[in-house]
C-alpha cells in the first residue's frame, strides 16, 4: 500500500459511519478522477487542462445549484448539499492538478508546501467538515497531516515520479547535497543524507498533527490514528533503506496493518 491523500481517503471503510459513505464516495470519484485526468492516459497537456477546466465548470454549476447535472457532478452536488461542504476544497485540488501539468520542478520546500496546501490538504478539510469538526486548531492539525502523507508519497515514488518527468524534491535540497536532478539514485554521493533530512521534515510534520487522532472521537479518530501510523511506518521503512526506494519500495504489509490496529485502539 502506498501513503497518499487518495488511497489513503476512506472509502468504503468498515469504520466510516453510513450514512457518510455516500458522500465518501462522491468526493473520492471526483478528486480520483481529476488526478488521473492529470496523470494517466494519453491526453497531451492542453487536453488534460481542457478537461481539468470542465470539472472546474462542474463545479461552477454545483454553485449556481443548476439541475441536470451529469453523474460525477450530481452526486457531488447531492453531498455538497446534505452536508453543507465548502466547494473551495475542490477548487484548490483542481488547481493542483493543473500545475501537475505545467510544472514539473518544485524550486524550494516552500513551493512544495504550497502544492501540497492544494493537492492534500483538501482531502482532510472536507473529512473534518463532513464530520462537523471545523475549530482552527483541528484544521490546522489535519493540515500538517495531509502535507505531511503528501510528502512521504513524494519520498515513496521518487523513482515513479521521475519517470513521468517529475522531480518533488526540492531543487535547492538536491544542490545542496551536490546531486544533479539527472543523477537521482541510491548510490549517488549525498543521497542518504539529503533523503534523511526530508524523512525527518516529514515525520516532525507528521507528528506535529498527530494529537489530532486523539482529539477526535469515534470512527474519525480511529480512522486517523490508522492513517498516521501507516505514515510512520513508511517513514521508518525509508529511513531504514537510506532512501533507496529504487531496490526496496517501502509498502505496508498485513503484519503492519495488525502492529497498526493494535497501536491503534490502545491509543485513546
Not at 441536470?68 to 453531498?79: K, S, V
Not at 502535507?147 to 535547492?172: H, M, T, W
Request: aromatic share 8%; net charge neutral.
Amino acid at each position: 500500500m502506498s501513503v497518499s491523500h487518495y488511497e489513503n481517503f476512506p472509502v468504503g471503510s468498515v469504520l466510516l459511519p453510513r450514512h457518510l459513505r455516500e458522500a465518501v464516495h462522491a468526493i473520492y470519484r471526483f478528486a480520483r478522477y481529476a488526478d488521473d485526468v492529470a496523470d494517466e492516459g494519453d491526453l497531451d497537456a492542453a487536453g488534460r487542462l481542457a478537461e481539468l477546466g470542465r470539472l472546474e465548470a462542474g463545479l461552477d454549476a454545483i454553485a449556481r445549484g443548476d439541475t441536470g447535472l451529469e453523474p460525477l457532478f450530481a452526486d457531488l452536488a447531492a453531498a455538497v448539499a446534505r452536508h453543507a461542504l465548502p466547494l473551495a476544497p475542490f477548487y484548490d485540488l483542481l488547481s493542483a492538478f493543473r500545475q501537475d501539468v505545467v510544472q514539473t520542478r518544485y524550486r524550494t520546500f516552500a513551493e512544495v508546501i504550497d502544492y501540497c496546501r492544494r493537492s492534500a490538504n483538501p482531502v482532510g478539510r472536507l473529512m473534518l467538515a463532513l464530520y462537523g469538526e471545523n475549530d482552527s486548531r483541528s484544521i490546522a492539525m489535519a493540515d500538517g497531516i495531509c502535507s505531511a502523507l503528501q510528502l512521504i508519497n513524494f519520498l515513496q515514488d521518487v523513482a515513479i515520479d521521475e519517470k513521468k518527468g517529475r522531480i518533488y524534491l526540492p531543487q535547492d535540497d538536491l544542490a545542496r547535497y551536490g546531486i544533479a536532478e539527472n543523477g537521482l539514485g541510491a548510490d549517488v554521493p549525498g543521497w542518504r543524507p539529503m533523503m534523511l533530512q526530508q524523512i525527518e521534515r516529514a515525520r516532525r510534520m507528521l507528528q506535529g498533527g498527530a494529537p489530532l487522532g486523539k482529539r477526535l472521537h469515534g470512527r474519525i479518530g480511529l480512522e486517523l490514528r490508522l492513517v498516521i501510523l501507516g505514515g510512520e511506518r513508511i517513514l521508518q521503512k525509508l529511513h531504514r533503506s537510506g532512501g533507496d526506494v529504487w531496490n526496496a519500495r517501502p509498502v505496508l504489509t498485513w503484519r503492519d496493518w495488525l502492529y497498526m490496529l493494535w497501536r491503534a485502539l490502545r491509543a485513546v
